[in-house]
């Protein structure tokens, strides 16, 4: 188990994009575990919330933030079961977040609104989270994705 949650790699955003075809669209898929109580940086400027609770938030100030146009929630759910996969290692929850191309998932990530008002209930919410970046097969640049998983396979230090 992690002591602090993963922090999104602006470095692996930027070399995906630039490894992209820049219209092509993109999956994020979104492996979510919850605090048992939402930390904040600075705890008096948040509520008392659970982690599921804070995560909500977070939703929320996507969803106001963001051009509906530019996305589409293709799915979101609970993690029931792990059938695979590290002992110990545990979800609590799953999404799937497609973007028309990667630049509107930049454009958004690298924001001050994000960095400075979304990204810390994020990261007060969850425990652990890992963010893959998906193709779907057929489309532009689907094909040749040595590069994108030889970033994925980076070891990432948390």
Known sequence: MLDTPPNLRLDAVVAAAAALPAEQPVVMLNLLRYRDQATYDDPTTQPPRTGHEAYQAYIAAF???????EFTIVFQGAAQAQLAGLPGEQWDAVALVEYRNLNVFRRWVESDIYTSQVAPIRRAALADWRLLLLTRPGTLGAADTGYLRGLMAQETNY
């Open 63 to 69: 969803l106001q933030y963001n051009d509906p146009a």
